[in-house]
């Protein structure tokens, strides 16, 4: 036998005198899974040793490149582990493949089994939120952020990005820096998988950022924060210009709108913002911004409306974004009424009423202004401007004025009366609803005439009857007689005022007194101090007004004084005078009233020997001494003379003569 042939069947024996080689490791994984990228270097492997026969004694493996080069290895684990832990790839991103196979003790080896190890810590290029706009309003809401493309992709690609929204602007899409946990991706589902649907944001501002992750749950950087400005409420509109009722003339409206959120100012960076204002729910005239303006000159009554969109494309328009309801606009009311009332006065005057002097307006879009107006009159061709009339309540649509035709003299006078609607337009009319000019010839009432006299109490006693003037002693009474007649007919039961004017310039006394039978009436008149006496009658809307002259009742004033002695002796001790004088309460002057103590001898006249004053309440004193011898034997007469005096309402009077004889 050959040399070659001899060692070949040599080996051949030992070998089939050593068994068969053991199988290759059962079920060789990566921990964590080979389909698993991961940001870490080290690796461990986990399989199962076949059975016994033979036994492994040792394990051997080794890590190739994508290209098959041996970059770690070989390596042999001199006993029989199914566990390698620390098996580190290269610092290269990528897929590796790691080969284990099993020796026994023979020296035997397995066949290899292989696993792949998935290795990239590589970040993956960054993400930037993208928003149309910074102001986002109600309706926009679920709002979609669409997120870059990553401009660098790792070799393991990208799982998807995390994203963060917060009022703050430095909160991280994720806990740990560079890396994102699975719980903490957003979206899932590869690089496309980039809009990312935020459901809700209360009104204000917050930040969004983002990070896209890889495969291996490595985190990009940080965007920079990109704000949200959520703005939720509508603007509101005003609308200036509109009058507070009837009008007559055009009206030009100014829809102003304002808003505190995102505003009314466009910068090129939300939704166009306008202000609208509709008339009688037609077309509406809407501008850019803030204010928009109409004019209105149609006659009748219309129904405004006014709304707004503000930069975050809230509008109170009352329709509907998105599915969400706006606001109803505002709303206002204009009347415009151009057209003139009608006017004219009534046919007759009412005879029960003669000076109710009456018209009446109409107008059939505004209506009559019952607080404007006027009625007045002039002397019938005089070409005097038209005096008013004072004006009396009246129904609605009328004009009525009181014409005190007493106050004018005879003749005919003509009316005029002007009327306005509720919008402000007028008419003028001189004529009744007839045609004919509006005259009236005064005197309009029954003339009325009052007749009054003077009486004592008791004229049997006195024999004094009626008179225009009379003179009564202190503290005695007077009556007034009187007779209201019209023409030859009486007025019986009218109502006559009896006006005393009393000299002291004390208040006006004024007592009612009714007519009776005949028109006639009387009045006692109380005790009290000079005055004169008059009668007026008041009149009615029939009847004129009428009043009496003015009598005149003098009161005489009471004087007392007596003497202290009947006899003076001449050189002796004085005589003393006293009195007091009669007034009614608070007539007095403050200074006292003057008194003349007067003498006479029997033939002769009164003659004045000393002027005093009485004190507050009217007494007097006065001593006088005889030192004249003549005066022996001459009976003297002495009395107290009240005279005439500025703001004494008495006539002058003297008190009854006292005598005095000298000795």
């Known amino acids: 036998m050959r040399p070659f042939a001899l060692a070949v069947a040599c080996y051949l024996a030992l070998a089939a005198s050593a068994g068969a080689a053991p199988a290759p490791p059962a079920d060789l994984s990566v921990d964590g899974g080979q389909e698993t990228w991961r940001s870490s270097r080290v690796f461990r492997l986990l399989w199962s040793n076949p059975p016994a026969s033979p036994a492994v004694s040792a394990v051997h493996y080794r890590v190739k490149n994508a290209d098959g080069t041996i970059v770690l290895g070989p390596a042999r684990v001199p006993w029989p582990t199914s566990d390698i832990d620390g098996i580190e790839v290269p ?266 002097v009456r018209a009446r307006v109409a107008d059939a879009l505004s209506g009559p202004d019952g607080a404007r107006g006027w009625i007045g009159l002039r002397r019938r061709g005089s070409g005097d ?87 009564v002693s202190f503290g005695k009474t007077a009556r007034v007689q009187g007779r209201l007649s019209a023409g030859v007919r009486a007025l019986d039961a009218r109502q006559v005022q009896i006006v005393e004017r009393f000299a002291d310039g004390a208040a006006t006394r004024v007592t009612t007194v009714p007519t009776g039978s005949g028109g006639r009436f009387s009045h006692a008149l109380p005790p009290g101090p000079s005055r004169e006496v008059s009668a007026v009658f008041g009149g009615n809307e029939m009847l004129t007004g009428a009043s009496s002259g003015a009598l005149e009742l003098a009161v005489r004033a009471w004087v007392r004084m007596r003497a202290s002695a009947k006899v003076a002796r001449v050189g002796g001790a004085p005589i003393l005078f006293a009195g007091k004088i009669g007034a009614a309460v608070g007539t007095i002057p403050p200074e006292g009233k003057t008194i003349e103590l007067q003498f006479r001898l029997p033939g002769l006249p009164w003659t004045e020997f000393r002027t005093i004053r009485t004190d507050r309440r009217g007494g007097f004193r006065y001593r006088y001494r005889f030192s004249d011898d003549d005066s022996r034997g001459v009976r003297f007469f002495f009395r107290a003379y009240a005279p005439a005096q500025g703001g004494w309402p008495y006539e002058p009077a003297g008190s009854r003569p006292v005598a005095v004889r000298g000795r």
């Open 385 to 471: 401007p038209f005096e008013a009339l004072p004006s009396r309540p009246a129904p609605a649509g009328e004009l009525h004025v009181h014409w005190d035709s007493e106050a004018y003299a005879g003749g005919e006078y003509e009316f005029q009366a002007i009327g306005f609607d509720r919008a402000g337009n007028s008419a003028v009319t001189r004529l009744r609803a007839d045609g004919s000019p509006m005259v009236l010839s005064n005197p309009l009432k029954q003339q009325t005439t009052l007749r009054l006299a003077l009486a004592t109490a008791s004229p049997s006693r006195s024999g004094a009857g009626p008179a225009s003037r009379l003179s």
């Open 91 to 356: 610092d290269q991103p990528g897929a590796y493949t790691a080969e284990v196979w099993l020796e026994d003790a023979a020296g035997q080896r397995s066949g290899p089994a292989a696993a792949t190890l998935r290795f990239d810590d590589r970040p993956p290029g960054a993400t930037t939120p993208l928003t149309a706009s910074r102001w986002i309003g109600r309706a926009a809401f679920p709002l979609p952020i669409r997120l870059s493309r990553p401009g660098q992709v790792p070799v393991s690609g990208i799982r998807g990005y995390a994203v963060s929204i917060a009022p703050e602007t430095n909160r991280p899409p994720c806990a740990a820096a560079g890396r994102c946990a699975e719980q903490e991706i957003d979206l899932h589902g590869g690089i496309d998988a980039d809009t990312y649907l935020v459901p809700e944001l209360p009104e204000g501002t917050n930040y969004v950022r983002a990070v896209s992750v890889s495969n291996s749950g490595v985190a990009s950087l940080v965007s920079n924060p990109v704000p949200l400005q959520v703005d939720k409420t509508y603007p509101t509109t005003t609308v200036s210009g509109i009058p507070s009722g009837w009008t007559n003339r055009p009206v030009e409206l100014t829809a102003i709108a304002f808003d505190g959120g995102s505003g009314m100012l466009n910068e090129g960076d939300g939704a166009e913002p306008f202000t609208a204002i509709s008339v009688d729910e037609a077309t509406p005239v809407t501008a850019a911004g803030a204010a928009v303006t109409t004019t209105i000159a149609v006659e009748g009554t219309h129904r405004i409306a006014s709304y707004a969109r503000d930069v975050a494309g809230n509008v109170n328009d009352g329709g509907s974004t998105n599915g969400i309801a706006n606001p109803s606009p505002s709303r206002a009311v204009v009347r415009i009424d151009r057209t003139a009332p009608a006017a004219s006065f009534a046919n007759v005057q009412d005879p029960q009423r003669p000076e109710l």
